[in-house]
């Protein structure tokens, strides 16, 4: 059974996958080296590749390799009456091409030209508006990429609302409806939590800060002992953390230093370090599946649950703060013992910002987020009504308001850059990680790991590495084989909800307020 | 006049530029921030747009773009007897166009593509043969090179030697025999000069450093300084330093701190930022002519010209010491007056390391190198005998003998590119640059700065912005307009030659030995 077919779709995969490369090594090196004058250039480069990547994706050259590759894979499996992992391997990947290839037939070129360039331009304005605290400067350029991307949503024609059209590439299969299943509990009991445990206590966190060198220094010692290997990853700093890949061999993050908040850049560095290890787990490198869809993430939420895990579950725990506050403490921070930082780890104080936001507060801020896009998407929500709807949800969600829109609604990049539909996935993550935490404590503890809290257990010895292995075994190397909620049922037995999240916080509150 | 079918071909060319200058800022990376084990992929990106740009410049399409601006050009101007600047401008870039045009149509894209393969292949190679101190590691890369490269001359088939062909892209209408004209009286004269200054005088330099933080500082100044606008640059490190233009407004360099070497990183970047000026007074701003051929810089020695200018007739000298050594000692230098650091600023000690050399020995290295490029391209010297062959130049010409071939053969990373035919624009760049600063001199006196050393009297009073004013005015705006000799003859109304460096390196050490 020769699978000449198949080869040649390969190569041809290969080199869309080059090119995609290509365009995000740029975004790389915009967000980390670039001066800002080079910001146009960029723009047409970006343009540039966006477009040949679309020709190469809705070409009629790409349309006959898949269709012969399906041709020879009926040829050759379609008398067999053995369902092989192979089999189902070459199936989905087959599916999800045919998928793709006529999504970006459906678009019209012009438009993809016209959507690159008003994201750079997005940005810049963006960056403009919310250095000065004007809305009204980048108004126009929101306004500009909602009317692009409904254009896209109707010229992709799917069954599906605009919202939910343009949310599938982050979150396949999503709707509002099992959004709303989903966020409604939290939505009644987070607000309720906040109250019970922040507001009526006054907790009176001390100021600190730490060198920016010493925070480089503590960030290492991290990923040193969580196993990073320098001739795969490399690290810089941007504005705004990210994890990138640029091959399968080249796995970047970034990282900042804020003053005043002396772990922001250490939780941010535990966080881009859970994305890039999903990223290194999947099955690009035993199967040199670089190039195929299967050997990609299956979805954001998947992605952030990953992230959250290293970020929530391992460094802002309890066992990780008796375990690493000494070395804040010889870097200067006024930490007397474990419990000192995991109370600075979780600061239990709802604010303004999403990213600097605690486990407690941060699904609040995803949820006005997430109404607020599909109200202007879907709703005719006036872009010049966001600012004041933003506030009002503020002060109704997390009983805070902005001074002004710098700290409010201009504070994420996401909608400068259009990207509407992606805010959910961040709270989905939280929930997928806490469940599939239920499903790891079991596997460590039939792993032999001892103890009522294995996953703690594994932290305090250092031991981290059998967390991660089994993360790899159970989780990463599905790749597109499985959707967000399939992996999830898979692994845990149970359909996603968000039980395991809410009682993984309850436990924590409690633990956390109750001890000395 | 209507120039229509002019802008369709500015249009094509912009699109190639944009693509070219991806291809730039991949390199970039790969030098900047990549992590090691990304070079197999990036070898496979860079190669893929390699295909494409040679795709694009051989292309039917742009074959005719052209032709229909040449004939356009023709109604245009044809029956005009005035000639005007503009006529001379569209003239040349038409030239220079049609130039690179054939040279493209006659390359082979397999060859291209072997190429590029073949030279990310021999750079990592060269990496780790100089690291493991194994020149025969190396040696299959090289010779693979060394052998498309001949067959890239071949199908290149101009009325030229092969290393003659090679070189054009960095020296246009450079001859072997104009070279030996240039050359030999430096062959002759240096190493007189190095046994009457340097060997015969025991200079005891002290053996000083500084902190990497230093000396980072330290170049920070001298940037700032120099006129360095942020907004338009970058800065990173590199295990090689280099400059690089990556967009209209967007211009990188890179440094290094070598330890032990307190000045190394200092003047690479004066050296660098030399390199940068040039590109940044290229006629790209004015004139909207990035993508055109009139825009771009018209050879590497003038290039080299500039940098030179910058690091020794600039921040070598003993104006610049004299005004600066104040923040060296501040830094922790033990310097005691302006006269200290312009010593350790010409250590006027012949060494193994070209990039590390000074102004009088930096030829020497130039003239070995070339020597055997040229036999190992036309002459059949056999790669395994570089080594021994660059060991005896050495001894014969600078009197040291590396101790292994990492400090001797394996030292410059050029060859591992299969950039042959480089290194010669190196010192001509020094010809050049000695040649430019007399005319400066005599423009500077013009413009009414006072004294006998009018360059010295700019440094001293921290104006270096009329240096480089006059060479804005006087040579960067050129662009292609002129080749590096024309240019040379225009500016200084003599040809060039050899005689303005030796006389500026003669009187240097003169007054360096004599002063107390």
Redesign the interface.
Known sequence: MPDIAWQKLGDYL??TQ??G??HS??Y??QN???????A???G??LS??ARSLHARQSSERFEELLHEAKDEFQRNYGLKPLVSKEFNEKKRNLELLTQELHRQKRLDPDLITQLATAQTNGYSLWQQARRENDFQCFAPALRYLISLRQEQAKQLDEPRSCWETLAQPFEPDLTIQRLNELFTPLRKRLPELISKYCLAKDINQQKWDLEEKSQQDLCERLLQEWGRN?????I?RSPHPFSIT???????LTTRVVRGQPLSCFLATAHEWGHSLYEQGLPSQSHQWFAWPLGQATSMAVHESQSLFWENRVARSRAFSYRFWKYFAEAGAPLTCGHDLWRAMNPLTPGLNRVEADELSYGLHILIRTELEIAFLEEGLEVNDIPSEWNKKYKELLGVVPSNDSEGCLQDVHWSEGSFGYFPSYLIGHLISAQLSEAMIEGLANDGVQGEDPIGECITNASESKLLSWLRREVHHYGRQLNAEQLVEKVTKKPLSSRAFLTYLENKLEQMTSTP
Do not use: C, H, Y
């Open positions: 290969q080199e080059v090119l490369s290509i090594t740029l790389w090196d980390t080296s670039m001066p800002i004058n080079g146009k250039w960029r047409d480069q540039f590749l320098p001739q795969v990853t490399s810089a640029l091959g399968p061999q080249d796995f970047r």
